[in-house]
C-alpha cells in the first residue's frame, strides 16, 4: 500500500514538474522572429542611423550589428525565465496563425508610430510638468 502511495506521489510530482517545463533559448528565440520584435529593433535602428555623420555610419553600423546577438540571447533569457514551455508554444501558435502574421508583419510600422505617439506624448506631458514644477 505504501508503494502504491509513493508510486502515485511520483508521478504527480513527475506531471507537474514536466507541465511547467521551462522553455528552451531555440524556441524563444523563434518566438522573437516570428513575433516581429526583431522588426522593432530595426526600426530603433533605422533612427538611430540618422542621428551618425553619413561617413561613420558604415563603422556604426558594423558595431550595431555586433551587438545584436548579445541583446537577443538578454531577451531569450527574459522568455525563459518568465514563461514556460507550454506558453512559449501557445505564443509561437499564434505568431503562425493569420492574425499572429498579420501583427508581426505590421510590427515595424507599428513600432513608428507608437514612438510618434509616445513622442508626441511626451512633449504634452512636459508642459504639465512644467507646470506643477514650479
Known amino acids: 500500500m505504501k508503494r502504491l502511495f509513493f508510486t502515485a506521489i511520483l508521478l504527480c510530482v513527475i506531471q507537474v514538474n514536466f507541465a511547467q517545463a521551462p522553455a528552451t ?15 522593432s529593433i530595426k526600426v530603433a535602428k533605422d533612427q538611430i542611423i540618422n542621428m551618425i555623420p ?11 550589428d555586433a551587438t545584436l546577438p548579445a541583446l537577443y540571447d538578454s531577451m531569450a533569457d527574459i522568455y525563459v525565465e518568465m514563461y514556460n514551455e507550454k506558453d512559449v508554444k501557445d505564443m509561437i501558435a499564434f505568431y503562425e496563425s493569420p492574425v499572429g502574421k498579420k501583427m508581426s508583419s505590421n510590427m515595424g510600422t507599428f513600432t513608428q508610430k507608437i514612438i510618434a ?3 508626441t506624448w511626451g512633449t504634452d506631458l512636459q508642459g504639465i510638468m512644467a ?3 514650479q
Open 54 to 64: 553619413t561617413d561613420k555610419r558604415e563603422a556604426f553600423l558594423k558595431e550595431f
Open 25 to 39: 533559448k531555440a524556441q524563444v528565440m523563434k518566438l522573437i522572429t516570428l513575433s516581429g520584435s526583431d522588426s
Open 117 to 119: 505617439a509616445s513622442q
Open 131 to 133: 507646470k506643477y514644477a
